[in-house]
């Protein structure tokens, strides 16, 4: 989510359904859209405004197969909209060509760049990110900002061809530039407990130079999920039970990182999540922030009773981050 010169809230995602992973390759609905939505009362309510199809985003005779997450950036260079996708027509690495399941494709992340949210067009589509190196063949779910040197900082979610785990790297284009630098793979490693085999940042959130932090360099807080496993794991009667997370189930945890020790980042729990949903399977990912005058807007996906997972938000004023900060 982001807020545009006129104040509204501009949010962009993707629909998804049960699928594929219900109904088999290939066969169902799932990442059908790409929406962007407009919200002109700070977030109280949102209304579609654009949307693009599969078909719109797919190009070079590569079909997208679905659509995964977006993410919009505002600054000087306008406004860029970077969506993840999977596309057909794409092999995997040689010499690993057994591991690809008929009827899947390989994930990839592409931009579209406009003066204005209102200007993006999907013909403009251009591949941004693409890799043909096994450990990290599908790159997804990018998230971007600009730093207080103007830089502007690209992570993204990446698999390996087994799909064993999820990981993050990172790619800086640096001020003024108009290309991405080389892609740091292994700047945020994979945890020891709780997120050893997810660690997926998802969300930025710069705090505000006020209290304990008036006096330090910038400081940068990082949402990420986590997982101790891809798949669902069987516990011991007698174990302590706990949300351990899995795709398309993880749990949230944060870290933090100041503009000195970038890209070297802390996390704040190592040893269990901080984020887990009171509900159905405990999912809680996917977690943003957008800070405004006013204070703090903070989204998620939320596990609910019947285990689907809306999008629900929070909003901490500024007074009341001040004091946090201050104590």
Same mark, same amino acid.
């Given at each position: 989510?982001?807020?545009?010169?006129?104040?509204?809230?501009?949010?962009?995602?993707?629909?998804?359904?049960?699928?594929?992973?219900?109904?088999?390759?290939?066969?169902?609905?799932?990442?059908?859209?790409?929406?962007?939505?407009?919200?002109?009362?700070?977030?109280?309510?949102?209304?579609?405004?654009?949307?693009?199809?599969?078909?719109?985003?797919?190009?070079?005779?590569?079909?997208?197969?679905?659509?995964?997450?977006?993410?919009?950036?505002?600054?000087?260079?306008?406004?860029?909209?970077?969506?993840?996708?999977?596309?057909?027509?794409?092999?995997?690495?040689?010499?690993?060509?057994?591991?690809?399941?008929?009827?899947?494709?390989?994930?990839?992340?592409?931009?579209?760049?406009?003066?204005?949210?209102?200007?993006?067009?999907?013909?403009?589509?251009?591949?941004?990110?693409?890799?043909?190196?096994?450990?990290?063949?599908?790159?997804?779910?990018?998230?971007?900002?600009?730093?207080?040197?103007?830089?502007?900082?690209?992570?993204?979610?990446?698999?390996?061809?087994?799909?064993?785990?999820?990981?993050?790297?990172?790619?800086?284009?640096?001020?003024?530039?108009?290309?991405?630098?080389?892609?740091?793979?292994?700047?945020?490693?994979?945890?020891?407990?709780?997120?050893?085999?997810?660690?997926?940042?998802? +969300?930025? $959130?710069?705090?505000? %130079?006020? =209290?304990?932090?008036?006096? /330090?360099?910038? @400081?940068? !807080?990082?949402?990420?999920? &986590?997982?101790?496993?891809?798949?669902?794991?069987?516990?011991?009667?007698?174990?302590?039970?706990?949300?351990?997370?899995?795709?398309?189930?993880?749990?949230?945890?944060?870290?933090?990182?100041?503009?000195?020790?970038?890209?070297?980042?802390?996390?704040?729990?190592?040893? +269990?999540? $901080?984020?887990?949903? %009171?509900? =159905?399977?405990?999912?809680? /990912?996917?977690? @943003?922030? !957008?800070?405004?005058?006013? &204070?703090?807007?903070?989204?998620?996906?939320?596990?609910?009773?019947?285990?689907?997972?809306?999008?629900?938000?929070?909003?901490?004023?500024?007074?009341?981050?001040?004091?946090?900060?201050?104590?």
């Amino acid at each position: 989510m982001v807020e545009a010169p006129d104040g509204a809230f501009w949010l962009c995602g993707r629909y998804r359904n049960a699928g594929d992973s219900r109904t088999g390759l290939a066969a169902g609905a799932r990442g059908a859209e790409l929406a962007l939505f407009r919200s002109g009362d700070r977030g109280k309510s949102f209304a579609k405004i654009r949307s693009f199809s599969k078909d719109d985003l797919s190009y070079g005779g590569r079909q997208v197969l679905s659509i995964e997450r977006c993410w919009l950036l505002t600054g000087a260079q306008g406004v860029e909209l970077f969506v993840s996708t999977e596309k057909s027509g794409v092999p995997y690495p040689e010499g690993f060509e057994a591991y690809q399941k008929p009827g899947t494709g390989v994930w990839s992340i592409d931009r579209v760049a406009a003066s204005s949210i209102d200007a993006l067009d999907a013909a403009g589509i251009e591949p941004l990110l693409a890799e043909t190196d096994p450990r990290y063949c599908h790159l997804k779910d990018p998230l971007a900002y600009n730093d207080e040197a103007g830089n502007t900082v690209l992570m993204f979610c990446t698999h390996p061809y087994n799909w064993s785990s999820s990981n993050t790297a990172l790619a800086v284009r640096p001020a003024g530039a108009k290309q991405f630098g080389a892609t740091d793979y292994t700047f945020f490693p994979r945890g020891f407990c709780w997120d050893v085999a997810v660690s997926r940042i998802c +969300g930025v $959130l710069p705090l505000p %130079p006020t =209290g304990i932090f008036s006096q /330090r360099s910038p @400081t940068y !807080l990082y949402f990420y999920d &986590g997982a101790e496993a891809i798949h669902p794991r069987e516990e011991h009667d007698r174990g302590v039970r706990r949300p351990r997370g899995y795709s398309c189930e993880e749990i949230g945890g944060a870290a933090y990182a100041t503009a000195d020790t970038f890209p070297r980042l802390n996390r704040l729990h190592p040893t +269990g999540s $901080l984020f887990v949903s %009171p509900y =159905g399977t405990g999912c809680s /990912r996917y977690t @943003t922030a !957008l800070q405004t005058e006013e &204070g703090v807007y903070c989204s998620w996906q939320q596990s609910q009773p019947d285990r689907s997972q809306p999008l629900v938000m929070t909003f901490t004023g500024r007074e009341e981050i001040k004091r946090i900060l201050s104590s």
